[in-house]
Structure formats: C-alpha cells, structure tokens
C-alpha cells in the first residue's frame, strides 16, 4: 500500500451511548478527552480541528469544530465543520485526512457529538415547502423507518428474506453489545421477543428499528512520519482509504428523503448502484478486496438494512445474504463478524457521532482490545455507511 | 348552501386534480435537451452529467404503475404530517413508471392494508384528501390497486 494514502490512528475515545439530553457538547468533550489520553497527547498538541455538525443543537452545533476547539480552550488551532447527515464523521476524518496527507499538520482531531429529541427524527421546524426532507413528512408521512421498510419488503419479494432473518440480525447485536461498556443497550433478545415487540413500519417491528440516541466519538489522527517518532516503531492502526462518494447518475434505489428516483430514460440504470459504490471506492484506494476483511462496521439503521450492506460491501453475492447470517458467518467466531460492537441496534444512533464511533470500534478490535467481543487476530476493517442527500461513507482501517 | 368544503391541492404544482375529461397526474419535467424525467418537476438544472439544459417542459407522468415496494404507517407520523384523530395507519407503496423510468412514493389509498398488496402489482394515480382543516380538504396525490383483470372464458369468440 503507497505510504502516503496512510494515516495513522492514535488515539479513538467516546462518550457512552444514551439518553440523558444533557448540551451534545459535553459529550464531545469526554470523547475528544478520552481520544487525546488513549493517544498519549495533550489538547497543545492538536494542530487542526475537524467537528461533524449536528443540525439539532442550534448555531454551535452547526460550528461544531469551534464549538469542540472553544470548550477545551482556545490555542489557536486551525479548524473545520462539515455536516453530510449521517456521514458528517466520516466528512470529517476525510477532511482531517487530507489536511495530513498534504503536510499541512501533523496531528488532527476529528469529533462528534449529538443530543437527540425523543421518537421519529422530524425535520426542522418552520414551514418549509421548498425542503423536501420537510414535504416528505408534510405530504406523505414518510418518517425514516418508511424508507428501510420499502427496503425490507423488496428482500423478502426478490430474495425470500424472512420476518425470522430479520429479527435474527437483531439477537446476533443485541449478543455482540452486550459486553460492549459503550452501548446504550446491553441485553440480550429472543427472536420471539423481536417478532413480539410492535409493529412499526411493516415488516420492520419496533427492536428492528434503531433508536436515535445521545453520544459522541472521538479520534486522533497523524502523519505516519509523526506516528513514527511518537509511538517510536511499533505501527498504530491506519486508515488506509476514505470514501466519501456521491451517487452516479441515474440512481434507481428510492432515497431518504426523496420523492422519486432519478429518471433511467436516457442512460439505463448506473452500473454500479450507490450503496454498493461506497466502500468499492474505498477498496479501490487502499488496493484490497472484500476477501481481505476480518470484520465489518455497517449502519444498521434497521435489522433488515444490515443484510442489505453485507452484499452492497462485498461479502457475498447479491441475495445471499441470508444464508451468510444463518450460516453464522457475521456472527462473532464466523468468517467476517458484522458489527462487533453491537451496531446501531445496541447504540441507537447519535448523527454526527455514528460515523467515528464506527472507526472507533474498528481502532480496538484491530489492536485486540475489543474486551468480551473480540475478533480474534483482526487485521483489516471496513466501515460503511449513508448519509441523506447523497452522501457515501466508508473507511478502511489496518494494522 | 351546504358546508362543503374547498378542495386545494397541499402542494402548489405537483399535480393535477382532474376533471371531467381528463384524469388527475403527477407533473414532473422532461429535459428539452437529453429527456431526462424528474419528479417533482426541475426548473433549474437537468440531473444528467452529461446534460448542461436548463431548458424543461412539465409534462404529466404515466397514471398507471407497478408497486417496486410498499410498506405501511402504524405509528402516527411527527409534524409538519398533520394526522386525523383518532390517527388511523395508512399504506404507502414506490411504484415504477415504466415510460419514464422511475420510482415515485406515494401513499396509497384507506381502506388497503400491506396484506392487499405485491411487489410488480398494477396501481394508478387518484388524487385524494390528505387532510382536512376548517373548510378546507387538502388534496394530494395516492395510489389505488387496480384490480386484477378478470378474463373472461371464450372472450376471443
């Protein structure tokens, strides 16, 4: 792998998982803090600072960076705030990134944090008929869960997913979190349990469905050269590709928030379809392949959706997916366990944090110190994930 | 004089309502350049990489197509969807038009349950009440099964 695509992971932190609506900064600033000790470096230290915005904590949510630079003082650091919805993390470890691998600092520190309000995420307030994250509510009630569901019943009619593989996804989280200190949710469930909890958006039932909850993650980045003299030889994790694509032309898979798909009357469907092209790039920047992945951090925004990623990253063939989850291949001890940490399922999700919690979890299971869910002898890791209006996301880490 | 209500669509340009002669659509926009289709209708810039037109005729999308996915409501959605009460769960289906190429959401109408619904069934456009305020019904548009059609033995003589 060319050197210079590498940057070096020194330090990840996070706040618990949780519901506490406490300010979002708070939770940053344990994350940054908790991020900066693991890294051995102090606040000083830190050259530029890279926020993901949250969109529901008022103006300093939208400063995020200068809202994280200004609570741990300011030193005069150079700083960016970026929001791409659910991948605002990894927008921000992009731009960090970039900002190394141009020489331009040697230490950078990403961070996110949110506090989220109770039930369906709505939009912003106000009457906003030109936003159409705003129209879908007003004219269809399509809330988020809509859209995984029309997902979820495509599976069962194309590829014969059942209720049961669905709620399997959901034991196989809820058994990975449960040693997880971060998680928000630490109990095992039944499949039983799952297919008894409330239907939501059919087929999807209440357990299925990720909870939007508060938190924030944390990471310190380097320069390999500064890596070198800091850790004095032996090699940190890396990120060794950073895909923060958009989608190509035409593209025919509904999307969050959107009305309608791209129109395919002139040009055929894209070759390659969004989801799909997300960690492809990622795959193609650090020269790998998905057979060379020891373990998956995918955006669970429902159990169904997991399924959906294993293909869209790799792992198995279009419509196979079920028979890699009841072969037990995502589980811990399977080939390429799938969300280790317990995923969104144990974590709910905290927007701007999601993202970097994913890299987080990647950062200790490769250097083994996942306690109680461990992948043993893990060597590379990818994440993957979707952000409204567009915006792919996936990082790529080894040791 | 009754109370009757005034009928307006919930959204200004997006469909229309129909009358007697012509039944309601969706208006989307059709590229002049490339004849690119999009829903709700573009005015500013075609979605075609390869297309620089900023130039669009608004065109009525096909009023009949098949279910590419579908799913239903069974909680009440937050505001700005104002819901009647008591809140009663609603089906929504993405449904492909097959002239134009693409998938449009749309709820679909009361009285139909997941259970009456399949993936590639035949539905078409009605335009309905989405909600009632004052005197004023605000209409939208939903997708309505099409029953299936029923052929009948020795139809060709």
């Known amino acids: 792998m060319p050197e210079e695509t590498r940057v070096a992971v020194l330090g990840a932190g996070m706040h618990e998982w949780g519901k506490w609506g406490r300010p979002f900064v708070e939770y940053g600033l344990a994350a940054a803090r908790d991020a900066m000790a693991d890294a051995g470096l102090g606040w000083r230290d830190v050259q530029f600072v890279s926020g993901a915005d949250t969109i529901r904590n008022g103006y300093p949510g939208f400063v995020s960076g200068a809202t994280f630079a200004q609570a741990l003082g300011w030193t005069g650091a150079r700083v960016s705030s970026v929001y791409a919805a659910c991948a605002s993390g990894a927008v921000a470890i992009a731009n960090a990134r970039a900002q190394i691998l141009a020489g331009l600092c040697d230490v950078a520190l990403v961070v996110g944090a949110d506090t989220t309000p109770k039930g369906f995420f709505a939009p912003v307030g106000g009457d906003r008929k030109d936003d159409p994250d705003w129209l879908r509510f007003h004219l269809l009630g399509a809330t988020n869960p809509t859209y995984f569901a029309l997902y979820a019943r495509r599976r069962m009619d194309r590829f014969g997913a059942t209720e049961e593989d669905f709620a399997q996804v959901k034991v196989k989280n809820a058994r990975h979190g449960l040693a997880n200190p971060r998680a928000r949710y630490r109990k095992e469930v039944t499949v039983e349990e799952v297919l008894a909890s409330p239907m939501v958006a059919d087929p999807l039932r209440l357990l299925e469905i990720c909870a939007t909850s508060d938190g924030g993650a944390a990471l310190v980045l380097s320069s390999i050269e500064f890596a070198r003299r800091h850790h004095g030889g032996s090699p940190p994790v890396t990120i060794d590709a950073v895909s923060t694509v958009t989608p190509a032309f035409p593209n025919t898979v509904i999307e969050m928030p959107n009305f309608a798909t791209d129109s395919a009357v002139v040009s055929g469907a894209a070759a390659v379809g969004f989801r799909p092209s997300i960690t492809a790039a990622a795959y193609a920047e650090a020269g790998i392949g998905p057979d060379d992945v020891d373990l998956a951090e995918v955006y669970d925004l429902s159990s169904a959706l997991e399924l959906d990623w294993y293909e869209d990253i790799g792992l198995c063939g279009e419509g196979e997916a079920e028979k890699l989850l009841r072969d037990g291949a995502t589980a811990l001890g399977g080939r390429v366990p799938v969300n280790p940490s317990g995923g969104l399922s144990c974590f709910g999700e905290a927007i701007p944090a999601q993202a970097i919690a994913q890299v987080c979890e990647c950062v200790w299971q490769l250097r083994g110190s996942a306690s109680g869910r461990q992948v043993e002898g893990a060597r590379v890791a990818v994440t993957a994930n979707q952000g409204l209006f567009g915006h792919g996301s996936s990082v790529l880490l080894s040791r | ?157």
């Not at chain 2, 997006?14 to 969706?26: E, K, R, Y």
């Not at chain 2, 208006?27 to 075609?46: D, I, K, Q, V, W």
């Not at chain 2, 037109?53 to 009525?60: K, R």
């Not at chain 2, 009647?84 to 492909?96: G, M």
């Open chain 2, 1 to 157: 004089m009754g109370a009757e209500a005034i009928r307006v669509p919930a959204v200004e340009g997006w469909f229309t309502t129909g009358d007697g002669a012509h039944a309601p659509a969706l208006l989307g926009s059709r590229c002049n350049e490339c004849g690119t289709f999009a829903f709700p209708a573009e005015s500013g810039y075609c979605r075609n990489p390869d297309c620089e037109s900023s130039s669009f005729e608004t065109v009525e999308l096909s009023r009949r197509g098949r279910i590419w996915s579908y799913t239903d409501a069974r909680y009440q959605p937050p505001p700005p969807y104002v819901a009647a009460d008591p809140y009663e769960p609603f089906c929504i289906a993405a449904v492909e038009l097959d002239a134009e190429k693409l998938v449009v959401m749309g709820q679909v109408v009361d009285g139909v349950t997941v259970d009456d619904l399949s993936v590639g069934d035949e539905v078409e456009l009605v335009v309905d009440t989405l909600y009632h305020e004052d005197t004023t019904d605000y209409l939208v548009w939903k997708w309505r099964p099409v029953n299936r059609l029923v052929v009948t033995p020795g139809w060709e003589g």
